[in-house]
């Protein structure tokens, strides 16, 4: 009689398990990366307005995030900043005088928003969640880098500086300052301009997330796979753990011994 021993199930079990738990590690070490406070897209057009969002990941397993503070850079004022109601977070701006007024639309503004905050009315983020904050700004320059400070704060009492911009592009700070890439105005802007728009003509362009999306298929394919080989290796144990018919003819009483 063929029987399967505990240590051939228990093998196969432990199989389905570690395979579960070695592709959940590599799905969640992209997220473990990228685990800080960024805008989202990285970069958009320069010379016009775009609505960008500063997305926040919780960090700690213990508390929630219940404010984000965001100072605009000082060295490059933005004429319009404009936010846009969040359901359960208060936003509130602060402003400052600029000692050189800029130019917007021909009109000279000699004071910006310096600092834009949101503080969470109903709970915040909660561990392993994220938000979005969203901003629109404008005008933005013809090219170049917009370095932004942020601030988390924490329902625990911690706060995180997001304000770090590393020496050597190729090694990220500890607590990266999130930076936004303007990158130059396109070939159609710029003829769409010569064409007699005028400088009171407001264009406004709202940026959208690149990406090919290759990048949020190979998650999922991943997690099917993953499930698919848990699923063949709890079907092994199964398998292995039932009677065979020869083991179940061998284990009964045959009809002479019952006569007997």
């Known amino acids: 009689m063929f029987q399967n021993s505990p240590s051939r199930r228990g093998i196969y079990a432990r199989l389905g398990i570690g395979i579960g738990a070695a592709v959940i590690a590599v799905l969640a070490m992209p997220g473990l990366a990228q685990a800080h406070v960024t805008v989202q897209p990285g970069s958009a057009e320069g010379g016009s307005?775009?609505?960008?969002?500063?997305?926040?990941?919780?960090?700690?397993?213990?508390?929630?995030?219940t404010e984000l503070q965001v100072i605009l850079p000082e060295d490059q004022p933005i004429g319009?900043?404009?936010?846009?109601?969040?359901?359960?977070?208060?936003?509130?701006?602060?402003?400052?005088?600029?000692?050189k007024p800029i130019e917007m639309f021909g009109e000279q503004l000699d004071t910006v928003v310096s600092q834009v905050s949101w503080t969470a009315t109903n709970g915040g983020i909660?561990?392993?969640?994220?938000?979005?904050?969203?901003?629109?700004?404008?005008?933005?320059?013809?090219?170049?880098?917009?370095?932004?400070?942020?601030?988390?704060?924490?329902?625990?009492?911690?706060?995180?500086?997001?304000?770090?911009?590393?020496?050597?592009?190729?090694?990220?700070?500890?607590?990266?300052?999130?930076?936004?890439?303007?990158?130059?105005?396109?070939a159609k802007q710029d003829s769409t301009a010569s064409g007699g728009q005028t400088s009171d003509d407001k264009e406004v362009t709202v940026a959208t997330q690149g990406g090919s999306g290759s990048g949020s298929i190979l998650p999922l394919v991943l997690s099917v796979v993953a499930l698919l080989l848990s699923i063949v290796a709890v079907l092994l144990a199964w398998r292995w753990r039932r009677p065979t018919p020869e083991a179940e003819v061998a284990d009964s009483p045959s009809r002479q011994d019952v006569n007997a």
């Open 80 to 99: 319009s900043v404009q936010t846009t109601p969040i359901p359960g977070w208060k936003i509130t701006t602060k402003t400052r005088h600029l000692d």
């Open 126 to 186: 909660r561990p392993g969640q994220f938000q979005d904050f969203n901003l629109s700004l404008g005008q933005l320059p013809e090219s170049g880098e917009l370095v932004f400070n942020a601030v988390q704060a924490y329902s625990n009492g911690d706060r995180v500086n997001w304000n770090q911009i590393s020496a050597d592009p190729s090694v990220e700070p500890e607590h990266p300052a999130p930076i936004l890439t303007i990158t130059p105005p396109s």
């Open 49 to 65: 307005f775009s609505v960008i969002a500063f997305r926040v990941p919780n960090e700690q397993d213990g508390a929630r995030t």
